[in-house]
């Protein structure tokens, strides 16, 4: 069958291109942003990529279009296709009438955490010999690629809230029918598709209704968002986890560093086990937590779990090492939400004590050009030493008031070859330069390091 991908470069659509080329099929797709780490992935599998979307692509006559959520009505490709007989559909659907089917799916949802909890997670049972299949929207660095079939039962996905396509408005989740479900947290997000919190919650409630009975629900217990969407209905067994403990919680944690890189599980107030890994940051330390959980109700004991984690190498971009100039080291993290914002400076700073942090962000996201996380950016940034803010057109409020907030340490910059040269010229050694967006910031990380090693 020849499946053509319309907004292939995404991770999530990737993913899928990847799965159907692994089962056999062949895979065209186009795209209008391509960027590594995708791009490279899907050209590794001799995947064809088409720049834009120009109708034409059409031409190719494949047996089905599946279509990614970026694209809407109006566009000469959609009114194309919607003129032609060809078959189409979402990619969610796609996935769950063709591999989904049969597997026992473990879907990791929640506003924060999905991609590395749902990572460890695929990894934990990896390292048990029960090769999973995946699906995630990021690059574990345990595997090299977002998705893959696996030839166990078990299938990890990914399980987003955005919309599925521009004829679907139902969450992508909705179509996975998950035997187990982890929840990590709720939060407002998406505002370009949800007007409220409550919007969101009945979301989730409606993928509580296709978990089945037999089944069961990891769930971060000393989230009230999460609780009063539970209370809303449950017919499935709940499993608790809190890292500080909460009521409800049958997992939590005991610090051993300050910085999470070690902490001691326990289970219902009894020691379970160890974890020492290479990672930092007390968000991850509550995924690590998520995913051991959440794989003891899969039948893997937390010693294994515990065990694998001390291997686990992190996410692509997910306070990545980008690399190191002149004692200066460069990170890329995907934080766009003022949470993950706060969570990952605090990550670094329980890391690297009282070396100065320069944190770089790039407002990005839907939610964050429509200005609903302006009120609480400044304070996401107030860990920081230094703050520049990258000011994109189009955005719709002014970034000068955050950094108004944040006092002589805040910066706002319009061009990104401006930002490059006076990052350069301020950056001294023993910096630690914290770079935010989830999108390609326009290779400014690549650039700020070139820019670092070509200074005299």
């Given at each position: ?118 990572s460890m997670l695929a990894w934990i049972l990896d390292r048990a010999g029960r090769d999973p299949g995946f699906l995630i929207g990021g690059i574990p660095g345990n595997f090299g690629v977002s998705a893959r079939a696996g030839s166990g039962s078990a299938f990890v996905i990914e399980a987003d809230e955005y919309d599925t396509a521009f004829f679907d408005k139902r969450a992508k989740f909705i179509h996975y029918r998950p035997r187990h479900l982890v929840l990590t947290n709720l939060e407002f997000d998406h505002a370009d598709i949800y007007p409220d919190l409550a919007s969101i919650q009945r979301q989730f409630h409606h993928l509580m209704r296709t978990v089945p009975g037999s089944g069961r ?240």
């Amino acid at each position: 069958m020849h499946i053509h991908i319309i907004g292939i470069c995404g991770t999530f659509m990737g993913g899928i291109a990847a799965l159907a080329r692994a089962d056999g099929h062949r895979v065209t797709g186009s795209d209008a942003k391509v960027y590594p780490p995708m791009s490279t992935q899907l050209a590794a599998l001799g995947i064809e990529l088409i720049d834009g979307y120009g109708p034409e692509q059409l031409d190719l006559k494949p047996d089905v279009v599946l279509v990614g959520n970026v694209m809407s009505r109006g566009n000469a490709l959609i009114e194309r296709l919607l003129d032609s007989p060809l078959a189409f559909t979402s990619g969610p659907q796609w996935l769950a009438e063709n591999l989904l089917r049969g597997r026992e799916v473990v879907a990791v949802a929640g506003t924060h955490g999905k991609t590395t909890t749902a990572s460890m997670l695929a990894w934990i049972l990896d390292r048990a010999g029960r090769d999973p299949g995946f699906l995630i929207g990021g690059i574990p660095g345990n595997f090299g690629v977002s998705a893959r079939a696996g030839s166990g039962s078990a299938f990890v996905i990914e399980a987003d809230e955005y919309d599925t396509a521009f004829f679907d408005k139902r969450a992508k989740f909705i179509h996975y029918r998950p035997r187990h479900l982890v929840l990590t947290n709720l939060e407002f997000d998406h505002a370009d598709i949800y007007p409220d919190l409550a919007s969101i919650q009945r979301q989730f409630h409606h993928l509580m209704r296709t978990v089945p009975g037999s089944g069961r629900v990891t769930w971060n217990a000393a989230d009230a968002s999460l609780a009063a969407m539970l209370a809303m209905g449950c017919w499935t067994p709940l499993c608790g986890f809190a890292r500080d403990g909460a009521a409800g919680a049958d997992w939590q944690v005991q610090l051993i560093e300050a910085d999470g890189s070690a902490f001691e599980l326990l289970r219902r107030g009894k020691a379970a086990g160890i974890v020492r890994w290479p990672l930092i940051g007390l968000h991850n330390v509550e995924n690590g937590l998520a995913a051991i959980a959440a794989a003891d109700g899969l039948g893997v004991a937390p010693a294994g779990a515990a065990a694998a984690l001390a291997e686990f190498r992190g996410v692509r971009r997910r306070l990545e090492l980008r690399g190191e100039a002149r004692g200066i080291r460069v990170y890329d993290d995907f934080a766009h939400h003022p949470t993950a914002v706060a969570s990952t400076i605090d990550a670094m700073r329980r890391h690297v004590g009282k070396r100065r942090i320069v944190a770089v962000l790039e407002p990005r996201s839907n939610t964050m050009r429509l200005g609903h996380h302006r009120e609480g950016l400044a304070a996401s940034l107030a860990g920081a030493d230094r703050v520049w803010m990258y000011q994109p057109a189009g955005l719709d409020w002014n970034l000068g008031e955050i950094a108004a907030k944040l006092g002589g340490k805040g910066a706002v910059v319009r061009d990104i070859a401006e930002l490059v040269a006076t990052l350069a010229a301020e950056l001294k050694s023993g910096d630690e330069v914290l770079i935010m967006s989830n999108g390609g910031f326009g290779g400014l990380h690549d650039r700020l390091l070139q820019a670092l090693r070509a200074a005299p």
